[in-house]
């Protein structure tokens, strides 16, 4: 069996909906705004990534095994 990760499946869903919004966001920006504040979606969007990666590690890990002594 397989350890829960710290985010709930609602939780994940937004963070997947968030990270994609993000992600198509940053070109579009950079293509219609002359500025670069087009770089903070792809701040967001890394931030975003590294949460949905550590919760993926942290799902994947294995529950430890409990030996009575």
Known sequence: MRSAGFLSERQRRFAWLGFL????QAPLAAKLVDDASWFFA???SLVVATVIIADDAQRRRPTPADYPE
């Open 21 to 24: 919004l993000a992600a198509f």
């Open 42 to 44: 792809i701040v967001v």
